[in-house]
């Protein structure tokens, strides 16, 4: 159901990102570089269902690093923490999302939300990642043909990243395969409503918003969340966490997925984003209804 309560808090948020100016279209990846940079949106879904959205909430677009948490759920599901963490650690990298760093030792990636990590944590999913995002989602989700397209043929850096997971023993299988469904998961398609309802779906420990149905343990919850926390917003995590406090994970498109345990799911939209890879509008709308709704994951009840 759509929330009327949330309207003002919501225009409000849209309002305090409006004022911000900075970041760039990222023109990498040729199929984002088109996308209109005055567009902005921001939804929020709770566990129970209540959801609302304002600004531009029909546009469309990629979930590119925003997926990576849900595949690293998956990943987690069906192989256990114990089991992927000789994969993937859950260590900051203090690197860019596109490094080549890896553990000293292992020569594992340090973390499955950058690039590197989640090619490996794809490597390790059998299958059905569009089918378990259209679950989070509540409806079918489809990929961005020409997102897909201009990955594969801007993304050599990625590809090289597999192939260095795959030197390192770390990434399963055809690097060459893995990359290409990395590329896939990036590229589906999602409205900031739909994303919002992703992050209710952690919010609620692995439930479908307004229905209880499990999707996730809630204990491969709590690893993703923590994750997202410490190493969602890259180089930004710490100061993000400082002054929003809340797990998020950003994508190069422009969204923003962020979740507090029981309490709400929140999602922003907006194309510029600064030289980390996050939304400077969307990381601004999302610390404004952290501060209106006191959702600071560390702040005393």
């Known amino acids: 159901m759509t929330s009327e309560r949330w309207r003002p808090l919501l225009d409000g948020a849209l309002a305090e990102a409006a004022t911000v100016r900075g970041g760039r279209v990222v023109t990498y990846i040729p199929a984002l570089a088109g996308a209109d940079p005055r567009l902005l949106a921001v939804a929020m879904v709770a566990p129970d269902g209540e959801a609302g959205a304002a600004g531009d909430r029909e546009a469309v677009f990629p979930l590119m690093s925003a997926a990576k948490p849900f595949v690293y759920a998956l990943a987690l599901a069906e192989h256990g923490f114990a089991k992927v963490h000789e994969h993937v650690g859950t260590e900051p990298s203090g690197a860019p999302f596109d490094a080549t760093v890896v553990r000293s030792g292992s020569g594992t990636p340090f973390n499955a939300m950058t690039n590197i990590g989640a090619i490996v944590t794809t490597s390790l999913v ?3 990642v569009l089918e378990f995002l259209s679950r989070c989602a509540g409806r079918s989700l489809e990929v961005d ?3 897909l397209d201009s990955q594969r043929r801007a993304g050599d850096r990625n590809k090289a990243l597999a192939y260095l997971a795959h030197g390192h023993s770390s990434l399963v299988g055809d690097p060459a395969e893995a990359v290409d469904r990395y590329f896939t998961q990036c590229a589906t398609r999602v409205t900031v409503t739909d994303l919002a309802r992703m992050a209710a779906t952690l919010a609620g420990g692995g439930t479908l918003p307004g229905t209880g149905e499990r999707l996730i343990e809630a204990r491969v919850v709590r690893t ?3 994750v997202m926390t410490t190493c969602g917003m890259y180089q930004a995590s710490g100061s993000w966490l400082v002054h929003a406090g809340l797990p998020a994970k950003s994508g190069v498109s422009g969204c923003l997925v962020a979740a507090l345990p029981g309490r709400i799911g929140i999602a922003a939209y907006s194309p510029p ?3 980390h890879g996050n939304s400077v509008r969307a990381m601004a709308a999302c610390a404004y209804l952290t501060q209106r709704l006191g959702l ?6």
């Open 296 to 301: 600071h994951l560390l702040d005393v009840p």
């Open 273 to 275: 984003v600064d030289e």
């Open 224 to 226: 993703v969340l923590a």
């Open 126 to 128: 059998r299958g059905g």
């Open 145 to 147: 043909a020409a997102v």
